[in-house]
């Protein structure tokens, strides 16, 4: 029984059911969420992860939903100049290509391809309520609530965790809660993004925390990027006064083109920002007489590695390989038994730990190349500059525009585009000096 079919439940799912040669298994799924998670998260999937995606068979149908084949991290360290790169190809032994996707598009696609698996039930809506325990605390199953509050108690060989770092499964298990906030990430997404590297993550230091922008989906007019804004525990600012925050704060260290579209990108939003909270979730133990932890549930970092969902594809392969090694096993016993869960937490404390102590590392060395330098040190690009102000008046523009009942509508479509030097100013029908005229 799976209680989470994100994107770690399930890769389980389909592993668990590949294992399963002669069909003689049922894998049980549920999720809260119907569709997909709403919360924004992981799209940057490195090559050891897309390996799993294809042996596991999601490979094709991501790619067919717009999922796009990427070669690696570019590093900037200040907004204009040269960029290291850190090709995947460089990387003797493994595929040269890691995939990037829009999350909801890839837990979509990853929910169709398990529902088509004969042994595999995944129900949509439901939640946990408790594990039923029996002798010596070995969990033996979990009372269900459905959507319409009805509840059921359903007994398995093993429960498996994949609900994620907040991970109810967790709790009930007994386990501490040692999650810390570390911050939070703002996602915004750019139409063919002024990038040097276009099918790359492109990391851009500088700022108050790192920028990345890469690739999430393509489609026949180009590609659509995700761009992350590392923000922090304390938010700054909420509501609208944030994106006031993200242009002055991130514009300035972004590369001018780059800096521009964001900045257009950001004035232009409507309603909240997408936002995730970063976590830190130092690896709790991952197994249990009947009960494993896998993907997050397990353990999580910073995203700034872009690894959580590589440990969770890793957790399904290696329970994948347990389960096949335990395909004959009689039907009067667990398939995955005592034996196979520890040997499968034995190889997930290899790589977890080692995943979290990179993570820290990166974290701390980007935040000191970010957070030291700030505008004090004008390293920030003049363009830059000159496009924060512009886009701060801009939105003070449009901020303008809502408040006063004189603006046209039709001064809207007349705006002109962000490469002009001045703002279009609405409430005076003409340009106006950035950030002053406009600032009521
Ligand atoms: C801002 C951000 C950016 C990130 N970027 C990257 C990246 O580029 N690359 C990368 O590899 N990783 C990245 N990560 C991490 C990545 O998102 C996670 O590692 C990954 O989503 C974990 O998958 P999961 O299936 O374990 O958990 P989740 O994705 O959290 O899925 C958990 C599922 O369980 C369901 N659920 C929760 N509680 C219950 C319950 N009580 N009952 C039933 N169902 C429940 C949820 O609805 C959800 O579908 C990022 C994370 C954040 C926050």
């Known amino acids: 029984m799976i209680i989470g079919a994100g994107m770690a439940g399930c890769a389980v ?14 894998i049980l799924v549920i999720d809260r969420h119907k569709g997909s998670a709403p919360r924004f998260a992981g799209e940057f999937i490195h090559p050891r992860g ?11 149908p991501l790619k067919a939903a717009g999922a796009v084949d990427v070669d690696g991290f570019t590093v900037r360290e200040r907004a204009e100049g040269r960029y290291v790169e850190l090709p995947y190809a460089d990387v003797a032994g493994q595929r040269p290509q890691g995939i990037a996707v829009h999350h909801k598009t890839l837990v979509k696609v990853m929910r169709q391809v398990i529902s088509r698996r004969p042994q595999v039930e995944l129900h949509e809506g439901w939640t946990i309520k408790s594990l039923v325990r029996g002798f010596g605390e070995r969990v033996l199953g979990a009372v269900l609530s459905g959507p319409d509050g009805e509840e059921v108690e359903v007994r398995a060989d093993l429960v498996v965790a994949a609900d994620g770092k907040a991970s109810q499964v967790r709790r009930l298990a007994g386990l501490p809660d040692d999650r810390q906030t570390i911050g939070f990430t703002a996602g915004l997404e750019l139409r063919n993004a002024a990038v040097s590297a276009a099918t790359w993550g492109n ?24 761009v992350t804004l590392d923000l922090p525990a304390q938010l700054p600012a909420k509501g609208a006064k944030l994106a006031e925050f993200l242009l002055e704060t991130f514009i300035p260290y972004l590369p001018s083109a780059l800096g521009e579209q964001l900045a257009a990108a950001i004035s232009n939003h409507k309603g909240p920002f997408e936002m995730a909270p970063t976590v830190n979730l130092p690896a709790p133990r991952a197994s249990f007489p009947g009960l494993v932890l896998v993907g997050d549930a397990a353990g999580c970092s910073h995203p700034i590695t872009a690894s959580g969902m590589t440990m969770g ?14 395909a004959g096993a009689s ?3 667990a398939w995955l038994d005592d034996a196979a869960v520890r040997r499968y937490r034995a190889i997930h404390d290899r790589y977890v730990p080692t995943r979290q102590a990179l993570a820290d590392a990166c974290m701390r060395c980007f935040a000191a190349a970010t957070r030291g330098r700030g505008r004090s040190s004008g390293r920030c690009s003049t ?25 046209s509508s ?14 279009w100013c609405p409430a005076t029908r003409g340009r ?3 950030a002053t005229a406009c600032a009521r």
Do not use: M
């Open 313 to 326: 594809l890793r957790d399904a392969e290696v329970l994948g390989e347990q389960a096949r090694l335990r």
């Open 410 to 423: 039709r001064s809207t479509s007349r705006r002109p585009a962000t490469r002009s030097r001045r703002a």
């Open 203 to 226: 990391i851009v230091l500088g700022a108050w925390g790192p920028v990345l922008v890469y690739p999430i989906h393509r489609d026949a007019e180009g590609l659509t990027y995700r």
């Open 13 to 26: 799912a389909q592993a668990l059911a590949l294992a399963d040669k002669g069909r003689r298994r049922k």
């Open 383 to 407: 363009t830059g500059r000159r496009a924060t102000s512009r886009a701060c008046a801009r939105w003070r523009c449009c901020r303008a525009r809502r408040a006063d009942r004189r603006c």
């Open 331 to 333: 039907l009067h016993e």
């Open 50 to 60: 897309a390996q799993v995606l294809e042996d596991l068979g999601f490979y094709g």
């Open 432 to 434: 106006c000096r950035p």
